[in-house]
């Protein structure tokens, strides 16, 4: 399937984002381990949440978490540390995402599993029982959701979890999102010192559980409305925090850079309100950034960038490689095919210094990559008529994309 997809030239819209894909997977796991017997509240309805929902309500043996790295990763942990025998696999590009670093931890701290194809990645056999825990080391510079998952079980653990990370900690605000998701249900998790973690083995408690809306699907509004450039436009989003712990709330201080106001309803910082956006001036030359913290948003602000005709250098982005699709190889030949010549540097950093080159005006491919569906559709501001193929990877994080946009007033056709 194909878009081809044709811009507004005004908005005023009031978009219902998802809830936030990343609390909800935490939430789940965490009250699964608390014996929570009522889901947590706005549940996000995305694939990727989905799968994690099925695995734990149906529990069968064989657990197909299709393309869900987050899945993969937390039920993984999940599964080694509660009792029973299952196989956890994916999708064909899912076997091929590394899962060693998690699975040699698991291990270490008593974890049966076994690969049951190539070693080093999924699908895995997990004979899940009581772990003892203890004291581990592992890298921090691969991924966050690595660090995640063995947070998540910690307080299930006999001795609990001191948890030592080496090298550069990458993606620390998702570490710190789990960790403030495991106060809420009662667990006693700290930072002890800049590369350690330390879990006390208290279990967890029963409770009610609210999940907040979704920053990082807000970003692509923001990028809509700074690529429209119409100041009379407007988008208002509900159920946002100003306070949010999620690492891609930091979207609004970045595009704030780029022209877009962000103005919350109340004063409120720490409860759900809605969020308005507006176009302001900007006149920046140049945006430069570490990704390391926040790299999903990443394909939105190459996109965002480049259309607006401002040069950047973005760094910190070397999980880009490991995520649904490489993002970084997929960026740069998706951009080329709207004139944009982006350089790679270092395995872990994109540039744009204003090189063009022949837009060849093809579709833009998806690899199979939600993220890389939403960055580029509200690229047809600038480039009438941009069509998209596989558009339906959205529905990974983002299920209701499509119909917002073409509430917001984009011409959506099936080609």
Not at 337 to 356: A, H, M, Q, T
Not at 376 to 387: D, Q, V
Request: aromatic share 8%; proline share 6%.
């Amino acid at each position: 399937m194909t878009y081809k997809i044709t811009a507004p030239s005004r908005i005023d819209t009031t978009i219902k984002l998802p809830a936030s894909k990343s609390i909800s997977n935490r939430a789940l796991i965490i009250s699964a381990l608390a014996g929570v017997r009522t889901r947590p509240q706005n549940i996000s309805n995305c694939d990727d949440t989905e799968v994690i929902l099925r695995a734990l309500l149906d529990n069968p043996y064989e657990i197909d978490i299709k393309a869900a790295g987050t899945a993969m990763r937390f039920m993984t942990a999940y599964l080694a540390a509660t009792p029973g025998e299952h196989v956890i696999t994916g999708t064909e590009r899912m076997k091929h995402r590394p899962i060693k670093l998690l699975v040699d931890a698991l291990r270490y701290l008593g974890a049966d599993i076994e690969y049951i194809g190539e070693e080093g990645f999924p699908p895995l056999k997990i004979r899940g029982t009581m772990l003892d825990g203890g004291s581990i080391e592992i890298p921090g510079n691969v991924s966050s959701q690595y660090i995640s998952a063995l947070l998540m079980i910690a307080p299930m653990l006999r001795k609990g979890l001191e948890l030592h990370l080496t090298w550069n900690i990458i993606s620390r605000p998702y570490i710190d999102l789990t960790i403030h998701t495991m106060h809420d249900y009662g667990a006693r998790v700290e930072w002890t010192d800049v590369d350690t973690i330390v879990t006390e083995p208290t279990g967890y408690r029963e409770r009610e559980f609210m999940i907040e809306n979704d920053w990082s699907g807000a970003s692509y509004w923001y990028e809509t409305l700074a690529l429209l450039g119409d100041h009379e436009s407007r988008i208002s989003m509900p159920r946002l925090i100003d306070a949010s712990r999620q690492g891609d709330s930091v979207v609004r201080y970045l595009f704030s850079m780029l022209g877009v106001k962000t103005a919350f309803d109340d004063g409120i910082k720490t409860a759900p309100t809605t969020v308005t956006l507006k176009l302001m001036h900007s006149m920046l030359p140049k945006l430069d950034f570490d990704f390391s913290g926040q790299p999903d948003l990443a394909p939105t602000f190459v996109v965002t960038c480049a259309a607006m005709g401002i040069p950047f250098h973005f760094t910190g982005l070397a999980t880009l490689h490991i995520k649904e699709s490489d993002r970084i190889e997929a960026l740069k030949r998706e951009m080329r095919k709207l004139g944009f010549v982006i350089r790679e540097e270092n395995g872990s950093e994109l540039l744009w210094d204003g090189e063009r080159c022949d837009a060849t005006w093809e579709p833009i491919d998806t690899y199979e990559d939600h993220r890389m569906a939403m960055a580029f559709a509200p690229a047809a501001i600038k480039f009438p008529g941009l069509r998209i193929n596989n558009p339906e990877v959205v529905t990974k994080s983002y299920p209701g994309f499509w119909k917002d946009m073409q509430q917001a007033g984009f011409i959506i056709e099936e080609e």
